[in-house]
């Protein structure tokens, strides 16, 4: 069967969820494609760093900003294992990055729950790309902390 | 006069804005203070690192768990000179800053704009401080642009 691109780059940022999670982060990967090219990896480094604000798309966005060299996404596309929140969809709005396609669902802090417009009106949202692969790892994670 | 606690800070975060105004960078400017002592200070670098997350606020953020140790920032005030965008709003919510203190509002792109719950229910928010002096800052820099 063929993979789709999609599933291809998703696979991409579910290794560096796998990342976190070996680190014992909460399992969160992004990576930034531009003209199918993956230009920025990166997973949830909160606890590592300390920094709240260390989550998986701000840390990618900031280095596909600097890898291009310049502040906006344009063209780009951020791949995400989980529904980005509040402050991580601000960011992808500034980033006005074309596209956005995340894996599963966020029930608590997903930034669809918030309402108005924090995405750039341009950016295409894809979800539930490899749903199942992006939740089984939050769940497992979980699971393991209990 | 007396000058209260909150004019102070806020004169510590309009001197961060005046440094981001001087390097041609949209003049925010923002400071946590944890009891009594100033942990961070941060400008708008968006331009100059070439990083849409670069928001005074983020950086302030990063910077006082920094130097805390930890990525909760309870018991600190964050002091920002304009309205935090939801994006910033978000990371201060990550935070569980105890309190928020800003200058003048945003009537673009603030968070209270948008609906939902962007910070933590417990942090206190006071706005309006030195709103004149942080506003002004604003639309001096955008007049000089014109």
């Not at 596909?64 to 989980?82: F, H």
């Not at 960011?91 to 309402?115: C, H, M, N, P």
Request: a positive charge; glycine letters at 8%.
């Amino acid at each position: 069967m063929n993979e789709s691109k999609d599933e291809k780059y998703m696979k991409a940022a579910l290794a560096e969820a796998q990342k976190a999670y070996d680190r014992q982060e909460i399992p969160v990967g992004a990576v930034v494609v531009c003209k199918d090219l993956i230009i920025a990896k990166a997973h949830n480094l909160t606890e590592t760093l300390n920094d709240p604000t260390a989550h998986a798309e701000m840390q990618a966005i900031t280095a596909a900003a600097n890898w291009l060299g310049g502040k906006y996404l344009t063209g780009c596309i951020i791949y995400v294992t989980l529904e980005p929140c509040a402050m991580c969809a601000g960011a992808i709005g500034w980033s006005q990055a074309s596209g956005l396609v995340y894996g599963a669902r966020d029930e608590k802090k997903g930034y669809t729950l918030v309402k108005g417009q924090l995405l750039h009106p341009k950016t295409k949202i894809v979800k539930g790309v490899m749903e199942k692969e992006c939740r089984d790892l939050m769940l497992n994670f979980f699971k393991s902390k209990r």
